[in-house]
């Protein structure tokens, strides 16, 4: 069993920075990837970042590449997500995933075994 547990969202102006961070416990995360999605009201989640625990390979939706990177500390079992040049279309609660990482594409949540609370970003424009 996986626990996940994020922080780190909170109200920002466009065009400023949040890092979300995912801390996970439970078993040695060397197999897993980590996933970020989010979900705005009204809408699917999405999804936004992927990065594969071992070697750290990361993947991106487009519509956040070069504004958003993902990545890793082994020692703190934790990931992050540091989002700058915020826009209001930013805005959504924000959850981390964690499955076992067969292909670094992994962009859909069925793929994922384990998920944190969420988080909500705001982004005011």
């Known amino acids: 069993q996986v626990q996940l547990v994020e922080s780190g969202g909170g109200l920002v102006q466009a065009g400023g920075s949040l890092t979300l961070s995912c801390a996970a416990s439970g078993r040695t995360f060397s197999s897993y990837a980590m996933g970020w999605f989010r979900q705005a009201p009204g809408k699917e989640r999405e999804f936004v970042a992927v990065?594969?625990?071992?070697?750290?390979?990361?993947y991106y939706a487009d519509s956040v590449k070069g504004r958003f990177t993902i990545y890793r500390d082994n020692a703190k079992n934790t990931g992050y997500l540091q989002m700058n040049s915020l826009k209001s279309e930013d805005t959504a609660v924000y959850y981390c995933?964690?499955?076992?990482?067969?292909?670094?594409?992994?962009?859909?949540?069925?793929?994922?075994?384990?998920w944190g609370q969420g988080t909500q970003v705001t982004v005011s424009s």
């Open positions: 995933a964690a499955g076992i990482a067969r292909i670094v594409t992994m962009t859909r949540p069925h793929q994922y075994d384990y």
């Open positions: 990065i594969k625990w071992s070697g750290g390979i990361t």
